[in-house]
């Protein structure tokens, strides 16, 4: 067994490798919620009930339509963020000049609702969902195992997070979508749809949840529960990173993901709140959080 200075290297590794995985999944669901509020002012409490959704329509495509995990990978972020632009335009439109408030409490009922209705469905038990075949397996590495679908979760992540901060942060489609939010007045005036830009950014941002509980499903039990589970987590990662910051939602959500599993290892007994200290001491000492702007 491999140590340094008593520390089990397997052990120290394993955790990380689980921290890393939960961080990525953490960057997703909160660069989503960070997108909602950043650029609408909403707060989706729905979100975890989104990454459920995502889940479940995963496992539901592949037992009754056949439809295998890869392009389950694309078809059901779009029918989640479709659900999100139904739910925008529909629901959270009329309220749109209201306290944010509403939409808080709009939200949080939609999730309450899909969540009883998949646990009427279903039952709260949870249901397991296939590897696919390419990603079985794994590699040994010097301290530790890692199957290869562990890594494909870490790297799709990183991929379609760097993809969605250069798309907001560098691109003329972000620059009008910032611009749409800050100044929508001024941009209808040049001739922009704004509703429709409002409408489509909801619904990316509910898609990543969409697209995370599609790679949660061969990790994760497939249940009613596991968004619920994950949401406050995940809006604790949005405060310390700072509301609506693109980028801090990103990194926070990684780094958080890698201080529980560190956690996890040195002081298991702390690990299922050491999140909510790191929240704590991040808004006694900076506010707007650790990227985010003073208002």
Same mark, same amino acid.
């Given at each position: 067994?491999?140590?340094?200075?008593?520390?089990?290297?397997?052990?120290? #590794?394993?955790?990380?490798? %689980?921290?890393?995985?939960? /961080?990525?999944?953490? +960057?997703?669901?909160?660069?989503?919620?960070?997108?909602?509020?950043?650029?609408?002012?909403? =707060?989706?409490?729905?979100?975890?009930?989104?990454?459920?959704?995502?889940? !479940?329509?995963?496992?539901?495509?592949?037992?009754? &339509?056949? *439809?295998?995990?890869?392009?389950?990978? =694309?078809?059901?972020?779009?029918?989640? /963020?479709?659900?999100?632009?139904?739910?925008?335009?529909?629901?959270?439109?009329?309220?749109?000049?209201?306290?944010?408030?509403?939409?808080?409490?709009?939200? !949080?009922?939609?999730?309450?609702?899909?969540? /009883?209705?998949?646990?009427?469905? #279903?039952?709260?038990?949870? &249901?397991?969902?296939? *590897?696919?075949?390419? $990603?079985? /397996?794994?590699?040994? $590495?010097? #301290?530790?195992?890692?199957?290869?679908?562990? +890594?494909? *979760?870490?790297?799709?992540?990183?991929?379609?997070?760097?993809?969605?901060?250069?798309?907001?942060?560098?691109?003329?489609?972000?620059?009008?979508?910032?611009?749409?939010?800050?100044?929508?007045?001024?941009?209808?005036? #040049?001739?922009?749809?704004?509703?429709?830009?409002?409408?489509?950014?909801?619904?990316?941002?509910?898609?990543?949840?969409?697209?995370?509980?599609?790679? +949660?499903?061969?990790?994760?039990?497939?249940?009613?529960? &596991?968004?619920?589970? &994950?949401?406050?987590? %995940?809006?604790?990662?949005?405060?310390?990173?700072?509301?609506?910051?693109?980028?801090?939602? =990103?990194?926070?959500?990684?780094?958080?993901? %890698?201080?529980?599993?560190?956690?996890?290892?040195?002081?298991?007994?702390?690990?299922?709140?050491? *999140?909510?200290?790191?929240?704590?001491? %991040?808004? $006694?000492?900076?506010? +707007?959080?650790?990227?985010?702007?003073?208002?």
């Amino acid at each position: 067994m491999a140590t340094f200075l008593g520390i089990n290297l397997f052990g120290l #590794f394993g955790q990380l490798l %689980v921290g890393l995985i939960n /961080g990525s999944f953490y +960057a997703l669901l909160s660069l989503g919620l960070a997108i909602i509020f950043g650029l609408l002012k909403i =707060i989706n409490f729905a979100q975890g009930a989104m990454y459920m959704l995502g889940a !479940f329509f995963a496992w539901m495509a592949l037992h009754y &339509m056949g *439809i295998n995990y890869w392009a389950a990978l =694309i078809v059901v972020p779009l029918a989640v /963020g479709f659900i999100g632009v139904m739910m925008e335009r529909y629901l959270l439109r009329p309220i749109a000049n209201e306290d944010h408030l509403y939409s808080l409490l709009l939200t !949080f009922g939609i999730a309450l609702i899909l969540q /009883g209705a998949f646990t009427h469905m #279903f039952g709260s038990s949870g &249901m397991s969902y296939a *590897i696919p075949e390419e $990603l079985k /397996g794994g590699n040994r $590495l010097p #301290f530790m195992y890692l199957p290869n679908y562990r +890594a494909w *979760i870490i790297v799709a992540s990183l991929i379609v997070c760097a993809g969605t901060w250069y798309m907001i942060e560098k691109t003329k489609l972000g620059a009008y979508l910032r611009a749409g939010t800050e100044n929508p007045s001024m941009m209808q005036a #040049f001739g922009i749809n704004v509703p429709l830009i409002v409408t489509l950014t909801f619904g990316f941002g509910v898609g990543l949840a969409g697209f995370a509980g599609v790679m +949660a499903a061969p990790v994760y039990s497939v249940s009613p529960d &596991m968004g619920s589970n &994950m949401l406050i987590v %995940v809006f604790a990662i949005v405060v310390i990173g700072g509301m609506g910051s693109i980028g801090g939602a =990103i990194l926070t959500g990684l780094g958080m993901g %890698v201080v529980e599993g560190l956690t996890k290892y040195f002081y298991p007994e702390a690990s299922t709140t050491v *999140i909510f200290a790191v929240m704590v001491i %991040v808004l $006694l000492t900076k506010p +707007a959080g650790l990227f985010g702007k003073e208002a």
